[in-house]
């Protein structure tokens, strides 16, 4: 892992909803960034009409994102569904573009079990800026009437379009407590999940459209 962590130079950082702690660069290769319990103090967040807002900090890119609907989720496991298949609220795709980067998400539109009203969620993105995945969490309550902060900027620093991808999530860099490292390749209508997107399309062609929206 002393290798892993000299050779990642590209960081990316979640803005909103916020992580579930400070960034920390060297962490980054490690399941959550290094924090392995969910945080008491969650953030509401829509059930419908969400975003995820992060700083790149690499010219080309890949992002996604899995959802855990267990209270405490500390391993990469723990956002399996009972087929074994990660939970993945965002389809995989490819942008260009240092800088501010927001979309639109519809947790509601996903079909995952337990995404409801009132339920105590974790998402966790997946950033490939080309020497390896990083990943960031955010503990979430979700609910209905929530609304995003009018503090919160959605903007982006480009107007890149995306490009759906297939990719493996690597789960190699497990948390102490994980039973064993997976890994699961993702593509379009691999699962559920996928054909379901959820960031309020249909299908993970969609992903197109809604980035290249860029609001």
């Known amino acids: 892992m002393a290798g892993l962590l000299t050779v990642v130079s590209a ?7 916020p992580p579930r702690g400070e960034f920390v660069e060297d962490q980054e290769p490690h399941f959550c960034d290094g924090y392995v319990d969910a945080v008491s103090n969650r953030t509401s967040f829509p059930t419908s009409k969400g975003i995820i807002s992060l700083n790149s900090e690499h010219p080309q890119w890949t992002l996604g994102g899995i959802i855990a609907t267990v209270q405490d ?3 990469f496991n723990l956002f399996h569904d009972s087929n074994g298949n990660f939970q993945q609220f965002l389809p995989f795709f490819e942008t260009t573009g240092e800088g501010a980067f927001c979309i639109n998400i519809d ?5 995952i079990s ?4 009132g339920a105590n969620v974790t998402l966790q993105l997946i950033f490939d800026g080309g020497d390896g ?3 960031q969490c955010a503990d979430l309550t979700l609910s209905d009437s929530a609304t995003i ?3 919160v900027a959605c ?6 379009v995306a490009t759906p991808v297939s990719t493996t999530v690597e789960a190699t ?11 699961t390749s993702t593509s379009a209508g691999s699962n559920g999940a996928l054909r379901n997107v959820a960031i309020g399309a249909s299908s993970l062609a969609s992903v197109v459209a809604v980035v290249a929206a860029l609001l």
């Open 11 to 17: 960081h990316f950082q979640l803005q909103y909803p």
């Open 73 to 75: 989720p500390n391993n």
């Open 107 to 111: 947790l509601a539109s996903s079909g």
């Open 114 to 117: 337990g995404v409801k009203d």
């Open 133 to 135: 995945q990083l990943y």
């Open 149 to 151: 902060p009018s503090s």
């Open 155 to 160: 903007k982006n620093a480009t107007n890149s």
């Open 173 to 183: 860099a497990t948390s102490p407590s994980s039973s064993s490292p997976s890994s």
